[in-house]
């Protein structure tokens, strides 16, 4: 017999029964019905058996070993039954299915282009899903341990599909709904491969995300054999989705290489983007694809090629090929994008390119030059779209009109006094005019061009007597011939469409003050109201918002000039205790603005260290002229020259001239132990390059930036010494080192 309490209980058991049997008998009557009806049965059932599951810390989690990365299953958990996603008449519902089990148990089920279920964490096998449902759990902390997934019947081909198992890795390829994964292992899925074969892999795509441990949303689509999930972290999968999607007759996919990054998921879509925008990050390679029924093995290709820093345009490659470079901190400065084969016939492939300082540009298409050359802007994304043949572009740029950049280039002369107009004209930031002659410019004409871009120049000169002149454009005479009047001022602005990309810079070399600070766009460089002739001048065009070439201080005068000469250098302390000369040649170098060399090497003390040779000495060789070689190899033209043991004239003239030239001059000196030191430098002998910036014409005294001030605590990274000539007289006349080879004198513009 039964105890009172073990009665209640046995009825209470009954009363369940008749209940579930009268809620299956309301599910069947629903099935019934038409298939819409059966379609919210089904998520009515399996909501309702979602909900059964009792919310229980011991049912649905796991915990996870922080030290192992690997889950530790609440105890019971694999042991407790449950319910999840419930289709009516199949009888896979439950945890209770055979592990080996790898096909429907009612194939009407199986309906959809593709056909799949997930063997999850404490539940077991869970009912077929299709074509992009959820299949697995979401916020329940539960693994998928297994997969199987399966092609609708009307398909001919196969699906494969691969898992990366905890404790295992990737298993092989398995296929039409056979097992992949692992069943009472208690082994997470971690990562996930899928494929399509034979004829159904010419129509689809197959494309599938996954839902990642700690991640609040599924992952980015995965297409056709990519890797969805994680591998080397320990995160499980804890859902998945898979879609067939039809296949368009062409489309791109690409790949980007980006600064700091590396190489980006592939991207797709109508008009997919490589690289990152806003983050002033360099494109460095990139690949594309086609996908599509048009591909490469119907004799259709994309081909591309990448203009590189220092490097120049690659050749072509194609068809996932890499264009530009990878481990080299190269940057990406334009592309170029054609098709070729069947699809060229059918399709145009556009594109446009987001650069440094710019952003978006216009697109071009089949071969056009997407980007800046000449410039050393970096390209930090590009989008790709394809069109019909004769389509428009794919959107419309509301700030540039132009695919690409390349310089502007200025041409100018100048009529000066007692020469006339110049025999040769002078180009982007040469010198017009002469220096250390006093001879006034009178006149001068300047043009402009750039390819592709319409537009010019208009300038006008402030003359002796007469005021600011009417201004005059594009190689018209501004100023006057035959009257032997001085100009003392000039404004130049570009006119059009060019004045949209690019800035006019000029700066003026003025009686008594020499070359005074560069200026754009229609300001004053000169003087006024003193009467002082313009000398020389300089015009270069930079894209808009580019740095001076120099610097940009005081480029108008009101007021008579001093006899004190300044460079106005920024003083750089040297990283070591032999890099005076690539730190001085530095100093020199940004003081001009030269921030890239003639090849485009960015502007450090390293990078001079390495024109000079300074490493490979183990000093700046004065005896092989490495100073001197090093600089002008980085201008791109004999800019310096050397002087052994100068006379305190040829000194004194070479730093005169260097306020004329802008080039300020060094001095390659040496202390010896015992003797005279000074700003600090301690009781050594060794030889030393600092330069020269300031000068007072007066009193003889001379402003030296020296890089040593990094190495003294005494020393100051300017300093003045009370004599030029007592300078030269004891440190550059006399070499304390006498091993056979010249070590002292000084490097001066020609």
Known sequence: MLEGGQMGKRIVSILCGVLLVLCLGHVSALAAGSDDSQEVSNAQVAETAERSIKDDDNVGESKTDEATGSEKDVPGSEDTPSITSAVPGDASNTSTQSEGEGSAEDDTQLTGLVNYRAHVQSIGWQGWTKDGALSGTTGRALRVEALQIQLGNSLAGSIEYSAHVQNIGWQSWARDGALSGTTGQSLRVEALRIRLTGDVAKSYNVRYRVHVQKEHRLAAWSYNGEVAGTEGKSLRIEAVEVQLVQKQEASVMGRAHVQDVGWTSPVRGDVPTLGLTGKSKRLEAFSLSLEGTMCPEGGSHIEYSAHVQNVGWQNYVRDGENAGTTSRGLRIEAVKVKLSGPIEQKYDVWYRAHVQDYGWLAWTKDNGVAGTTGLFKRVEAIQVALRPKGSAAPSTNGRWSLASFGPAHVTYSAHVQNIGWEKN????????????????????????????????????????????????????????????????????????????????????????????????????????????????????????GAPALGSTGSPYVTKAKSRVHFHNIRAVGQPNGFFCGPTSGYMVLSNVGAWHSKTGTSLSIENVATYMRTRSYGYTSFSDRMFEKGMNSWLGRS????????????????????????????????????????????????????????????????????????????????????????????????????????????????
């Open 425 to 544: 004209s002078s180009m982007d930031g040469q010198m017009a005019g002469t220096t250390g002659r006093s001879l006034r410019v009178e006149a001068f004409k300047v043009s402009v061009r750039s390819d592709g871009i319409t537009g010019g120049i208009s300038y006008s000169v402030h003359v002796q007597d007469k005021g600011w002149m009417d201004a005059v454009s594009n190689n018209e005479i501004a100023g006057t011939v035959g009257q032997g009047k001085r100009v003392e001022a000039l404004k130049l602005s570009l006119t059009g469409d060019i004045a949209t990309y690019y800035d006019v810079w000029y700066r003026a070399y003025v009686q008594d003050y020499g070359w005074l600070g560069w200026t754009k766009n229609g300001a004053v460089a000169g003087s006024t109201g003193i009467g002082y002739r313009v000398e020389a001048f300089e015009v270069k065009a930079l894209s808009k």
């Open 639 to 750: 800019v310096y020259t050397t002087y052994h043991t100068p006379s305190y004239a040829t000194v004194r003239s070479s730093v005169l001239k260097s306020y004329s030239t802008g080039y300020a001059t060094c001095v390659d000196e040496q202390e010896r132990r015992g003797g005279p030191h000074f700003n600090g430098h301690g009781n050594t002998t060794f030889s030393h390059i600092m330069v020269v910036d300031g000068y007072n014409e007066a009193t003889d005294q001379v402003y030296f930036a020296d890089p040593a001030c990094s190495l003294y605590a005494g020393a100051s990274p300017h300093f003045w010494y009370p004599s030029l000539r007592t300078f030269t007289n004891t440190y550059l006349a006399q070499e304390y080192i006498r091993d056979g080879r010249q070590h002292i004198g000084i490097y001066t513009s020609r």
